[in-house]
């Protein structure tokens, strides 16, 4: 027997509960201490049980087939009455040359309906992005602006046109923000708690899980380790979450739960949170109690308080390691080390003040 496959055998037994107490301290002991080895264990749980699905749709088939073959069409027949209304007379003569019809009116119908965009216009009814329009909104025009090898600036007479947020992924300049934020920009900016205002890059681009890595490209740009870790295992249904994000032009705390373990219609990328946001709130940090980054919020239901999505921070770093190193001017290296651990709320909102930022887009 293979190293692999004793590895299989033993989550195998975790999952199934066949483990003893000593056996399983052993075991999350070394997930605590072995990310990969944690990796492991989250995709084989998610493997056993997308297989036991599998196997309950394959029996209620198969149950469902053994009741149909069971029932007795000809005896049916027999029980009916000899002269059915002429109604059901008609149905049986016509029925193929009306099914035809009907199946030829529905397509038609359906066809113009997603040509019209129908479908996808109801969906989005019913869901919408956090990124906030800022073209109307009159604002101070005191914020600097740091560009490459200048003094600072006073901000560009036009404000801008979306905003969002963003957070710190390392000490050395990398943030990261969803792409829905970033989308058409021309040039980004990101300010941070004390107004001061620095020039980014897009350096790594995810659309399809809406998410984008930015890198600050100003000299001056200082920021100390980061306080948070990465969650790299999934969270539970119930636990207490909060974000920190910029509906307005100054930061705004939320606090809540996770309501659901996949996001919007069933979206197995997405946690559904209950937490209220608003435009400006896409792109903010989702932690847990003990800071660590569990997630990034980039939307919400519309017409249901609290019903927010945020997008699982497993991610995020799937993104960051889907970013050639070489192809990077500084490492882009995670902290691992969470400092925000045993603080009061308070405590912890004051330590990732500096690390949040406001993100414009113009």
């Avoid at 029925?95 to 019209?116: D, E, Q």
């Avoid at 997405?270 to 919020?297: E, F, M, R, T, W």
Wanted: glycine share 6%; net charge neutral.
């Amino acid at each position: 027997m293979n190293k692999d496959t004793e590895i299989t055998n033993l989550i195998d037994a975790y999952l199934r509960d066949e483990l003893t107490p000593a056996e399983r301290s052993d075991f999350q002991q070394k997930r605590n201490n072995d990310p990969a080895f944690d990796l492991n264990v989250v995709e084989h749980e998610n493997l056993v049980r997308h297989l036991k699905e599998y196997g309950e749709r394959v029996q209620l088939t198969s149950d469902m087939n053994a009741i149909y073959e069971e029932i007795d069409i000809d005896a049916l027949k027999r029980e009916a009455k000899p002269e059915l209304p002429l109604i059901h007379r008609l149905w049986a003569k016509y029925r193929v040359s009306t099914a035809i019809a009907a199946t030829v009116a529905m397509v038609a119908v359906f066809g113009t309906l997603f040509m019209t965009g129908y479908f996808s216009e109801a969906i989005s009814t019913n869901y919408t992005q956090m990124r906030r329009e800022i073209n109307s909104i009159k604002r101070s025009q005191n914020a600097l602006i740091k560009n490459i090898g200048d003094k600072p600036s006073k901000a560009p007479a036009n404000p801008g046109q979306f905003g969002g947020t963003g957070f710190a992924l390392s000490s050395n300049g990398y943030v990261v923000t969803n792409y829905h934020v970033i989308k058409g920009a021309d040039s980004v900016y990101v300010q941070n708690s004390l107004g001061e205002a620095f020039k980014v890059r897009q350096i790594y681009t995810d659309p399809a899980h809406d998410i984008a890595v930015l890198q600050i490209v100003d000299p001056a740009f200082k920021l100390a380790t980061l306080p948070y870790t990465f969650k790299k295992s999934a969270s539970d249904v119930g636990q207490t979450v909060y974000t920190i994000g910029f509906p307005r032009d100054d930061q705004v705390y939320g606090e809540g739960y996770v309501s659901s373990r996949n996001g919007f219609a069933g979206d197995t990328v997405a946690y559904q949170v209950s937490i209220p946001v608003n435009p400006g709130n896409s792109g903010g940090p989702l932690l847990d109690s003990k800071g660590n980054v569990v997630g990034i919020i980039n939307g919400k239901q519309k017409f249901a308080d609290g019903a927010a999505f945020a997008i699982k921070s497993n991610y995020i770093l799937e993104s960051i390691a889907a970013i050639p190193q070489d192809s990077l001017e500084n490492k882009l290296v995670l902290n691992k080390r969470n400092t925000l651990t045993g603080l009061s709320r308070q405590d912890q909102i004051k330590k990732l003040e500096p690390y949040i930022f406001m993100v414009k887009v113009y």
